[in-house]
């Protein structure tokens, strides 16, 4: 009996140290670019004779160059679109301004926001965030700009934002069961 009950706790502890190295590693794996951007998607909306601004955080692992930001099935245009980076930049807050486009409806748009690193004429890489960007009319602007990003930001994330809380949560709760029963 005691064997198999010492089984059962090297399982979950097997599990919780795994469980563990996936949540550290995973953000991480997006990242071999040479610099990171977050948050994975923003979700914004565009008065159609306006602009609203975002905030995008960007680090960099080793990567000392230029980023070009650009869009993917979005109708509107972004600025800045050249970004310089150092090697040591980390969470680095970059504001970038999306500007209504009136020759093209007034409805949602889903894209990607595309960040490339390049060096000369080659590029070395990127990473892409997905977008939904709403423009409307200005009759129908509300608050917008950064702080509307935000909240946007975090409702769109809301998901995961739980999720991660509740995987920590249950990790700490396993180590401090785990550490009783001994």
């Known amino acids: 009996m005691k064997v198999k009950m010492n089984m059962n706790m090297n399982k979950k502890w097997?599990?919780?140290i795994i469980l563990t190295v996936y949540v550290l590693a995973v953000?991480?794996?997006?990242?071999?670019?040479?610099?990171?951007?977050?948050?994975p998607s923003i979700n914004l909306t565009v008065p159609v004779d306006g602009e609203n601004t975002?905030?995008?955080?960007?680090?960099?692992?080793d990567y000392d160059g230029e980023v070009v930001v650009g869009t993917e099935n979005i109708p509107l245009r972004v600025s800045p679109e050249v970004i310089q980076l150092s090697d040591t930049d980390e969470n680095r807050r970059i504001e970038l301004t999306?500007?209504?486009?009136?020759?093209?409806?007034?409805?949602t748009y889903s894209g990607k926001l595309t960040f490339l690193g390049s060096t000369e004429k080659n590029i070395v890489g990127g990473v892409k965030i997905k977008?939904?960007?709403?423009q409307i009319s200005?009759?129908?602007?509300?608050?917008?700009?950064i702080q509307g990003s935000i909240v946007d930001s975090l409702r769109a994330n809301s998901t995961v934002i739980i999720g991660t809380l509740l995987v920590m949560?249950?990790?700490?709760l396993g180590i401090g069961?785990?550490?009783?029963?001994k």
Request: charged share 15%; no cysteine.
């Open 138 to 145: 200005r009759a129908d602007a509300g608050a917008g700009g």
């Open 98 to 107: 999306f500007y209504g486009n009136r020759s093209v409806k007034e409805e």
């Open 131 to 134: 977008v939904a960007v709403t």
């Open 27 to 39: 953000p991480y794996a997006a990242s071999a670019t040479g610099f990171a951007v977050g948050p």
């Open 177 to 181: 069961i785990g550490r009783r029963r």
């Open 54 to 61: 975002i905030v995008v955080y960007v680090t960099s692992h």
């Open 14 to 16: 097997m599990f919780l």
């Open 169 to 172: 949560v249950s990790l700490i």
